[in-house]
């Protein structure tokens, strides 16, 4: 039970009220002063009959205004917030007493420490901070605030401190403590590039193996080159993001980027979209090309463009002029075409889905993103990356990976690559249950053989008809490759009779 007290601030007062509360046999648990004309009595819950008794008493008491009972006291709210406040930090933040001892700890600093609060509170700091004495610190004359290097452990952090001060009734200073703050060095290092705003370009690209590696290597000379640029690689492999960096990267940079998904473009829509519009020689819409004039367009999943879209795409890499819907002016705009798609386009040429010109146009420079199976090395530091980024956007304590979780993240098969793997963790990370340590099954990931795909127990049909499904997806994915069926039976290992027998019961063929 709470009550709120306006009053005139007097001598006296507070006694007053407490010889009503005495006469009740009630014990006050708390009693907050206010320079405002409030004052604020926290006791246990009594009943309704003595708080209607208890009230206009308290009413009568010379001073007091009125009284009502409220939901919390100042000085509740005012911890409160500050304990939400440091279990949502990401960095480790410690109070420690005159005597370097450990008040205060937020969840962080449990989580670096690995310990329960009960373990360490009201002891040294020391324990497990390494490069600094807290408590010499205390003992000078005169605390100043400090920044230094500690080690907890083989780790490394930055350490910030700030003396805790308190007046007394002389306007002087009283030594209460100090408030410790942990920083890694890789979390200064990204508050140094925010605040420098540098994180652009291939610097945001994590590189732990040496795929990714080469690939980055490629991508870094590749973007100061003006020519079309092919990205290839699975879904959620990070193709965009390498097309980000390498226009950040570039010459290009303060001009615009422009990403465009091809698969989201009907038809209808796609020049009137990347080529404008002209009604009766009035400008009704400039296309999207014409918005990027000496930036970047990215067009994602190229392989999904239509037609006639291709065709206007074809003639603007030959001279860069296009004509806009319903117009005879020929625009000419300044823009490097970088390009992507997850599907095979010297396959989809072969059977006459795509326009081969245009393939070898936009084939210029390429390189291909390799999956998250083929890199398994950025699995962890992925995770790693990820947890620390959610924990600070969502306001969550950063988790460490459990042993049980890193041997299922490093064998998991990945089919949706890294987007699978950011989405893991924000659904973990946003259903946070109070837990120390990042699960397996907090993750929610589907079951998956890598070279079988999701288990699906709603598959209807016999194993044979599962091996002819196969045996045809692979046939139509080798045979454009190769010139004659004799070449792919031999690839195979089978005859030539074989092929040709199979290529016919599934209906595959070469177009011309």
Not at 136 to 146: F, G, I, M, N, T
Not at 216 to 226: F, G, I, S
Not at 322 to 345: H, M, P, W, Y
Not at 419 to 433: E, G, I, P, T
């Amino acid at each position: 039970m709470r009550l709120e007290v306006s009053c005139i601030d007097r001598v006296g007062l507070a006694k007053d009220i407490l010889v009503i509360l005495e006469r009740y046999g009630i014990n006050l648990i708390a009693i907050d002063a206010s320079n405002r004309g409030f004052l604020y009595l926290q006791f246990a819950e009594i009943s309704f009959e003595t708080l209607r008794e208890l009230m206009p008493l308290i009413r009568k008491v010379e001073s007091v205004h009125d009284v009502r009972t409220v939901s919390f006291m100042p000085s509740e709210q005012e911890h409160y917030a500050l304990k939400t406040l440091l279990q949502t930090l990401p960095d480790s933040v410690f109070s420690i007493n005159a005597k370097g001892r450990i008040r205060i700890v937020n969840e962080s600093a449990l989580l670096t420490l690995s310990m329960a609060e009960h373990e360490v509170l009201d002891e040294s700091l020391n324990h497990w901070v390494q490069g600094f004495n807290f408590g010499r610190w205390l003992s000078e004359p005169q605390v100043l605030a400090q920044a230094t290097r500690v080690t907890i452990g083989t780790n490394e952090y930055l350490a910030e401190m700030l003396p805790i001060y308190l007046p007394d009734e002389n306007d002087s200073q009283i030594l209460a403590g100090a408030v410790v703050s942990l920083k890694s060095p890789a979390r200064v290092g990204k508050q140094f590039n925010a605040l420098q705003n540098q994180t652009t370009g291939f610097e945001s690209v994590l590189a732990m193996s040496d795929k990714m590696k080469d690939v980055l290597k490629q991508a870094r000379r590749m973007a100061q080159l003006d020519a079309p640029l092919l990205i290839t690689g699975e879904t959620g492999t990070g193709k965009e993001l390498m097309a980000r960096a390498s226009h950040d990267a570039s010459m290009r940079r303060e001009k615009p980027f422009i990403a465009i998904n091809c698969a989201a473009l009907p038809d209808s829509a796609a020049e009137e979209e990347l080529f404008g519009f002209v009604n009766q020689g009035t400008v009704v819409k400039r296309g999207l090309f014409e918005e990027a004039s000496g930036g970047t367009v990215y067009l994602d999943e190229i392989a999904e463009m239509s037609k006639t879209a291709q065709v206007k795409l074809l003639r603007f890499l030959q001279d860069g002029c296009f004509r806009r819907i319903g117009g005879d002016e020929e625009v000419r705009a300044d823009v490097r075409i970088i390009c992507s798609t997850q599907k095979n386009l010297a396959e989809l040429c072969q059977t006459d889905e795509f326009r081969e010109d245009l393939y070898y146009r936009i084939h210029v420079l390429s390189y291909h993103m390799p999956a998250l199976r083929e890199r398994k090395v950025d699995v962890i530091p992925l995770t790693e990356m990820f947890l620390e980024h959610y924990s600070q956007q969502l306001s969550s304590p950063l988790r460490r990976i459990s042993a049980s979780c890193r041997d299922y993240l490093f064998s998991y098969a990945w089919p949706g690559n890294v987007r699978q793997l950011k989405n893991a963790v924000f659904r973990a990370v946003s259903m946070w249950d109070g837990a120390t340590e990042l699960t397996v099954e907090q993750l929610k990931l589907p079951s998956y053989a890598e070279g079988f795909g999701y288990f699906d127990e709603e598959f209807e049909g016999s194993l044979d008809d599962a091996m002819k499904e196969y045996e045809a997806g692979l046939l139509r994915r080798l045979y454009p490759a190769y010139p004659s069926t004799r070449q792919l039976a031999k690839k195979l290992g089978v005859s030539h009779t074989a092929i040709a027998n199979k290529l016919r019961d599934y209906q595959i063929v070469k177009k011309r």
